[in-house]
């Protein structure tokens, strides 16, 4: 079994930024890409970013474009994402899991509690 753990949620102000991180463990060995998601009160979860294991091909949803980056440290087995230019709307609770593809909404793992991000002045 896989066991996700997400860290580096908070409170920052609108414009400013945080970083999050992913600590996969268990059997990593058959991960090849993996995926942020979030999921604001009353809304459905969606996919924030997602990445390639292998050759960090890389798929954003069209709101992290430019401003989220999701980056992997296969040595550690984090994945992270740095957020920039933070908006009130970015507020959510942020999951980490493993999609079968750099688009898909299906993931292999059960959620994990995720990371409450909270973006307000």
């Known amino acids: 079994q896989v066991q996700l753990v997400e860290s580096g949620g908070g409170l920052v102000q609108p414009g400013g930024s945080l970083k999050l991180s992913c600590v996969t463990s268990?059997?990593?060995?058959?991960?090849?890409?993996s995926g942020w998601y979030r999921q604001a009160p009353g809304k459905q979860r969606e996919l924030v970013a997602a990445?390639?294991?292998?050759?960090?091909?890389?798929n954003y949803a069209d709101f992290a474009k430019g401003r989220f980056t999701i980056s992997r440290d296969n040595a550690k087995n984090t994945v992270y994402l740095q957020m920039n230019e933070m908006e009130p709307e970015d507020t959510a609770v942020y999951l980490c899991n493993v999609p079968f593809s750099l688009d898909s909404d299906y993931v292999r793992f059960s959620w994990g509690q995720g990371t409450q991000v909270t973006v307000s002045s």
């Open positions: 990445i390639s294991l292998g050759d960090d091909a890389t």
């Open positions: 268990g059997r990593t060995r058959s991960i090849d890409t």
